[in-house]
């Protein structure tokens, strides 16, 4: 059954979240199609209060977010999860946590990544670490 179908029966039973694979996931799924899974979800069955969050996951780090907001429309309204790419930064968990922010910060400012980086030594880590294109970290 195509996800297109299968989360609308998810969702006419309520739930308020659905997890889909993210940008270079770490599984099968193509980019396409986790935008294809993207675009399913945030479109409204009745209206605009029945989408649920969607819950970007898969082998992410900071590198994917200026292609996840690029490819979700801009936007911000989605929970980004990442494991490796927290917990396994070379500065530990917080630092982790922080350059996944800083990735997104600058995104949303319109800042390469690697220009953020120079101010910011928790992303210049993670970038040098997982590689700028980096598909699962």
Not at 33 to 52: G, K, N, Q
Not at 82 to 98: Q, T
Request: proline share 6%.
């Amino acid at each position: 059954m195509e996800f297109e179908v299968y989360q609308q029966f998810w969702r006419l039973l309520g739930i308020d979240q659905f997890q889909i694979n993210g940008i270079r996931a770490k599984y099968w799924e193509s980019d396409e199609s986790f935008v294809d899974s993207f675009r399913a979800i945030t479109t409204p069955l009745f209206s605009a209060a029945d989408c649920p969050m969607p819950v970007v996951c898969s082998g992410q780090w900071g590198g994917q977010a200026p292609d996840t907001y690029a490819r979700t429309g801009g936007t911000t309204d989605l929970l980004y999860l990442c494991g490796g790419g927290v917990v396994s930064h070379p500065g530990g968990p917080a630092a982790g946590v922080r350059a996944v922010r800083q990735a997104w910060e600058a995104t949303v400012q319109g800042v390469p990544l690697e220009a953020y980086a120079r101010e910011h030594p928790e992303l210049a880590q993670s970038l040098e670490k997982f590689g700028r294109n980096a598909g699962a970290a």
